[in-house]
């Protein structure tokens, strides 16, 4: 128990440690970088996306705080009746003025894995149910593929269902009807080589 704590605690320690050699790293470079990141935001993206801690948004688009407004998820679904997506793409979209929306799925999904699944994982099942009612109704195309392939096929629809909700949102059709230049995408994280796949939604 005591190495567990140990261990539990190093992790922690080092999380604080990488940031602290962070930000001396990042004044060494840029002294007023901090000063001016305090000062706003104006993010031209707008990233909805798994929870999955593999899909590091900054990273696999080298990306810079302040660059992307973020929301994520598990299984990176879209519900209308979600009072935290839809807060999140109406402060962006409305008063960030992001120029693109991004609904991006990733390869090997644990959350569409279970969606596809007889199993329970509790209180997920309903968060789920969406993604397996996506699934009854495209099962006869997604059964007939390989069964390594059904999984990501899923989740290929459901970044595509995600694309369709976002693009009916008042507050899109608002800025649309505005004139401005908005763009609603859905892309997939490919982690078996780190790519992103555009499913040509947009």
Avoid at 1 to 21: D, L, P
Avoid at 38 to 65: E, F
Avoid at 94 to 115: D, Y
Wanted: hydrophobic share 40%; with cysteine.
């Amino acid at each position: 128990m005591a190495s567990e704590v140990q261990s539990s605690n190093s992790t922690i320690q080092n999380v604080i440690q990488n940031n602290k050699e962070w930000v001396t790293e990042v004044q060494a470079n840029n002294p007023d970088y901090f000063t001016n990141l305090a000062k706003g935001q104006s993010p031209k993206l707008l990233w909805i996306g798994c929870s999955d801690s593999r899909m590091a948004v900054d990273v696999l688009t080298q990306t810079k705080p302040g660059d992307v407004f973020i929301h994520r998820n598990i299984a990176n679904r879209i519900p209308s009746e979600d009072l935290s997506a839809l807060s999140v793409i109406e402060y962006a979209v409305k008063h960030l003025k992001v120029e693109h929306v991004i609904v991006a799925g990733h390869t090997s999904c644990g959350g569409i894995k279970a969606a596809m699944s007889n199993s329970s994982v509790g209180i997920l099942d309903h968060w789920l149910r969406p993604i397996k009612d996506l699934y009854v109704a495209n099962q006869q195309e997604i059964d007939e593929l390989p069964e390594a392939e059904r999984a990501d096929r899923l989740g290929e629809l459901n970044v595509i269902q995600g694309v369709n909700t976002v693009s009916k949102l008042p507050v899109v059709l608002d800025a649309w009807k505005e004139g401005r230049e908005l763009y609603v995408h859905g892309w997939m994280l490919q982690l078996h080589t780190g790519l992103l796949k555009d499913l040509d939604v947009s």
